[in-house]
């Protein structure tokens, strides 16, 4: 690749613009994934995976064990409730969230690490309200029309 010595600069075109680049993009979940969507979606049920090998619950749910790498193919229902493990109060909109996701939920509002009932992983969800503790008890509040995403747990409140 030829690369000149000194770029030709014009003034008129040089500095800084702000700017918001749209990458549209399709997520494939993959038939194991998928399973538990759509669990979400129909029976308002959370679906964790299981290790054959070495027993550890996976939430959310993966084909592959990290620890001994063996391939999982078990579902299992975990939660509904769990526990707050880690969490960060979010004091702001984000303006481009907000005009995307029609079900984000308006500032301030918790980021929270959660490990749900029966599951060895914690996983990542929007917790109503900012008096957030780590170890209090949370569950969650489905949507009303649900499309098998994640968002289909609209978020977790304090049980
Ligand atoms: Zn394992």
Redo the contacts with the bound molecule.
């Keep these: 690749m030829f690369i000149p010595e000194k770029l030709p600069v014009d003034k008129k075109y040089c500095g800084g613009k702000r700017g918001l680049m749209s990458i549209p993009y399709r997520y494939y979940a993959g038939l194991f994934l998928s399973k538990a969507l759509i669990a979400l979606r129909d029976e308002k049920k959370i679906l964790a995976s299981r290790?054959?090998?070495?027993?550890?619950v996976f939430m959310p749910p993966r084909s592959r064990?990290?620890?001994?790498?063996?391939k999982?193919t078990e579902l299992i229902s975990v939660g509904p409730g769990g526990v707050v493990e880690e969490f960060t109060v979010v004091n702001y909109d984000e303006p481009y969230f907000m005009e995307k996701c029609e079900k984000m939920m308006k500032a301030p509002f918790t980021m929270a690490l959660i490990k749900l009932d029966g599951a060895d992983t914690k996983f990542l969800h929007r917790v109503k309200g900012t008096d957030i503790k780590h170890g209090d008890r949370v569950a969650p509040k489905w949507a009303d029309e649900r499309s098998a995403a994640i968002t289909d747990i609209e978020w977790f409140e304090k049980a």
């Design positions: 290790c054959p090998r070495c027993g550890k064990c990290e620890r001994d790498f063996a999982i």
